[in-house]
């Protein structure tokens, strides 16, 4: 008996064994529809006596109690505690009565959903006793089974099992069971949420654009404290797609991690044959691997379909679609700007200017070639997107003016388009007061009054000239448009027609070197400013010269040049005043032009003599508190604040800061876009 068992469990062993080594052949696809961690299983089941037990044994039955864990690190393997009893009828004068008790390991593979494959190997202890009473003992089992079961609903499951059981110097058998399977709720490592999606309207005629420009975005957050591996995303829209277009995931998204992911389709042509009225309809694809578990999931999504192509039907607007502001390499440039360049100079010109310049000046030293051809608004193949035109390096005027629109955008500058006959001009919005207007521009014909404010026309056709060139050409091919030309609003025209969508980061060559960019950069604001001033600097000069002693017209030259940040030639004017005498309004207009170029200490006697003159000056009190706050006498600032809040509350007021102390104030004073802002006296 025991040699027949032998024979008969060694082919079982190798059986499984093949089993085993055959799993990785099916797909991948395929595996892990319904993953669970464990189950447990009641199976009734018929023995069928084999060689030498056949002689001693009729047919017997049973069940067994299983409970089975599945490895998490392996996940079709499973390891399974078992329990079980068994009667077997003698062929002569009583029973047997078998209880079991033991361990084994499988494998329990998915097929196709909800159908698994089951195998394993057990051992253990068992105990017998004959009815009669004449006898009882054990010994170690061992047993192995093949089968299958069927997952009728998820918590629920249903399976055939044949194996074979040898009772060790006992009996052998086959064993035939019909198994029932319980999964109960039980938490599975599936924490990868989707937090938004964002996707964009879809117009048929750039269908072409969307395989390299996202339709849109999705945040994917793992809540768990697993990592999540081997992360798949794709997009698929059925009819219209040929197979689900993947997206750019990171391979591992750590516990409390989240990250966006970029969406692109690749449309086939049948979505030019589809209707404005239909909605386009399909789903984001998520698969993911967390604690050896693997998952999917679909989440369906629809979005409307635009009729017509962006441009046809005669509506500029649509060209506002080209404007992609949030374009994450758009973005990026813009805060190169920003930080790198805008912060070299002395704010003495409207920040939105400056910024503009900044922009100008890195595009023009970044090799951006333009050619002169009259733009086509309709023709949608020759408009390029800001993208395009930075990683080409060149375009048309309009393909120039989309991408310093975008740049600008990106900063938080309202931009608007302004079309006539053959030309594009750029027009940077400014909403000033009328009296701030005539402060800060000289020339009435180079801006356009326009809805609470005026615009500053710009020509982009060769950014190899000076900003300030660009400038008055826009102004004169506006002049030369007048009652001919339209402005497009571009914030109010993504009302309607919103921009295309956001994409990667762009490997563009490095931006000009910071040193020769903020050198072109400060040598176009100072044409701009010379430009600027040169009308009222020749007025007082042609005062200064006609009175014998005009301290009022030299103060206030000294003045001007100082707001424009021409501090040398404001100096030499203010030093002609203070050779002459004391007078407050020169020596606070002199602490000043120290106070701006961050020399606090060459300020502060300027200012102190200037307060010892005057004393109750709300301008001398402020100035006197900025100086000792920025020097950290704050027993000092506090003094002269005070006494300002007594005489002038409201200036005091916005310059609150000064209450404080350190970073709090410094974040303070940059929040109310303080830093580089003096009071200048004039007579």
Do not use: C
């Not at 030639?569 to 961050?598: C, H, S, T, W």
């Not at 007594?646 to 303080?674: K, P």
């Amino acid at each position: 008996m025991k040699i027949q068992g032998k024979r008969l469990f060694a082919p079982l062993v190798l059986f499984f064994i093949l089993i085993g080594s055959s799993v990785p052949l099916f797909s991948e696809e395929t595996r892990e529809k319904t993953p669970f961690i464990y189950n447990v299983t009641a199976a009734p089941a018929l023995t069928l006596p084999i060689a030498d037990s056949a002689e001693r044994f009729d047919l017997g039955g049973g069940v067994d109690f299983s409970v089975y864990h599945r490895l998490g690190q392996i996940p079709m393997f499973t390891v399974h505690l078992l329990g079980g009893y068994y009667f077997s009828p003698l062929k002569v004068f009583t029973s047997l009565s078998l209880l079991d008790i033991g361990g084994g390991a499988g494998i329990n593979y998915e097929i196709i959903p909800r159908l698994h494959l089951l195998a394993s190997l057990e051992g253990g202890y068992f105990h017998g006793f004959l009815h009669n009473g004449e006898g009882n003992g054990g010994n170690a089992f061992f047993s192995g089974r093949i089968g299958s079961s069927y997952r009728i609903i998820p918590q629920m499951g249903l399976g055939l099992e044949v194996g074979f059981r040898y009772f060790l110097g006992f009996a052998t058998d086959f064993r035939f069971s019909l198994s029932g399977s319980w999964y109960p709720k039980q938490k599975i490592y599936n924490t990868f949420e989707v937090k938004e999606t964002i996707l964009e309207p879809v117009y048929p005629e750039l269908f072409r654009h969307y395989d390299e420009y996202p339709l849109g975005r999705t945040l994917l957050q793992n809540s768990g404290e697993a990592d999540l591996e081997k992360i798949e995303v794709s997009l698929f829209i059925e009819g219209l797609m040929e197979k689900p277009r993947p997206a750019a995931a990171p391979v591992i998204l750590g516990p409390g991690g989240e990250e966006y992911i970029e969406l692109h389709t690749l449309f086939n042509e049948n979505i030019l044959n589809m209707s404005s009225e239909e909605e386009l309809s399909g789903e984001i694809l998520i698969k993911h691997k967390a604690k050896g578990w693997k998952f999917k999931q679909a989440i369906p999504f629809s979005l409307p379909l635009m009729g017509s192509s962006p441009l046809n039907g005669n509506d500029p607007k649509k060209l506002s679609l080209f404007v992609t502001s949030q374009d994450l390499t758009i973005r990026h440039i813009a805060g190169e700007i920003q930080h790198n360049i805008y912060e070299k100079a002395v704010k003495t010109i409207d920040e939105r200017l400056l910024k503009t310049i900044g922009t100008y000046k890195t595009l023009s030293l970044y090799g951006i070639d333009i050619h002169t051809s009259p733009p086509d608004f309709s023709d949608i193949p020759s408009i390029q997107f800001p993208k395009q035109t930075l990683e080409r390096r060149k375009g048309s005027s309009l393909d120039a003016s989309l991408l310093t629109a975008a740049l600008l955008e990106a900063m938080g500058i309202e931009t608007v388009l302004i079309t006539g006959d053959e030309t594009i001009v750029l027009g940077i919005r400014l909403y000033l007061e009328e009296d701030e207007i005539q402060k800060q521009f000289s020339h009435e014909e180079s801006f356009i009054p326009f809805d609470g404010g005026i615009i500053i026309p710009l020509l982009l056709n060769d950014f190899s000239q000076p900003f300030l060139t660009a400038w008055q050409n826009g102004a004169a091919a506006y002049a030369g448009t007048a009652g001919r030309s339209s402005i497009l609003d571009i914030r109010e025209s993504w009302k309607s027609y919103r921009q295309t969508g956001f994409s990667p980061l762009l490997k563009i060559p490095p931006l000009p070197g910071e040193e020769k960019l903020v050198e072109a950069y400060l040598e176009d604001i100072s044409l701009v400013i010379n430009w600027e001033i040169a009308p009222r600097v020749i007025e007082f000069e042609k005062e200064i010269a006609g009175t014998e002693n005009s301290v009022t017209d030299t103060i206030n030259l000294g003045a001007l040049y100082g707001k424009y940040g021409q501090f040398d030639k404001a100096a030499e004017y203010l030093d002609e005043v203070l050779l002459r005498e004391e007078n407050v309004n020169a020596l606070v207009n002199m602490g000043n032009i120290f106070y701006l170029q961050n020399q606090f200490r060459m300020a502060l006697p300027y200012y102190e003599r200037a307060y010892a003159r005057d004393p109750f000056s709300p301008v001398v009190l402020l100035a006197m508190a900025r100086v000792n706050h920025s020097l950290e006498n704050y027993g000092n600032t506090e003094f002269a604040y005070d006494k300002l809040m007594n005489i002038d509350e409201d200036l005091a007021q916005r310059f609150s800061y000064l209450q404080y102390r350190g970073e709090e104030a410094a974040a303070m004073s940059e929040e109310s876009n303080l830093n580089g802002v003096v009071l200048w006296m004039e007579e």
